[in-house]
């Protein structure tokens, strides 16, 4: 129930700032940038990247290949220094993510490469106010 409630004052509050001017609104671009990291839709930013953003290893695995074993982690990135075209480009599913060569003995960095982020379909304005809130946590503390 109390998902739902934040969901929905999610989706109002979408409706309510398309376009809108966050200096004559009740809530800042700040306050909705947190919001929106703390529980955009599904699973939130925080949940992987940390309360700093920091990131952080989500989970650890095994992988045996050729009868060797690799000891893999998958891990969050910190997206406290990330420029804001690479915010974007990450987040955008429009946006074609670059392939990548690996070494032979980077069978980890291979299995885990580009599989870890979800899809949200956020809009811009959503995108922007997540990377704002990011960019100034420490002004606003």
């Known amino acids: 129930m109390q998902f739902?409630?934040?969901?929905?004052?999610?989706?109002?509050?979408?409706v309510l700032f398309s376009n809108t001017d966050f200096e004559n609104s009740f809530i800042t671009k700040y306050e909705?940038?947190?919001?929106?990291?703390?529980?955009?839709?599904g699973i939130s930013c925080i949940k992987c990247?940390?309360?700093?953003?920091?990131g952080?290893?989500?989970?650890?695995?095994?992988h045996i290949r050729n009868k060797v074993t690799y000891n893999c982690d998958i891990k969050s990135e910190d997206i406290t220094?990330?420029?804001y075209r690479d915010f974007v480009s990450t987040l955008d599913p429009d946006i074609?993510?670059?392939?990548?060569?690996?070494?032979?003995?980077?069978?980890?960095?291979?299995?885990?490469?580009g599989n870890s982020m979800p899809?949200?379909?956020l809009t811009?304005?959503?995108l922007d106010s997540i990377y704002f809130y990011l960019q100034n946590k420490e002004k606003y503390k």
């Not at 990247?49 to 920091?54: S, T």
Request: some cysteine; proline content about 3%.
């Open 4 to 14: 739902m409630i934040k969901l929905l004052f999610l989706l109002t509050a979408t």
């Open 81 to 83: 220094n990330i420029s």
């Open 56 to 62: 952080k290893t989500i989970i650890s695995f095994t």
């Open 124 to 126: 811009s304005e959503e």
């Open 32 to 41: 909705y940038g947190k919001m929106l990291y703390e529980n955009p839709r």
């Open 119 to 121: 899809t949200y379909f």
């Open 96 to 113: 074609e993510k670059p392939k990548k060569k690996f070494k032979k003995e980077e069978v980890c960095k291979k299995l885990t490469y």
């Open 49 to 54: 990247h940390g309360e700093d953003a920091k």
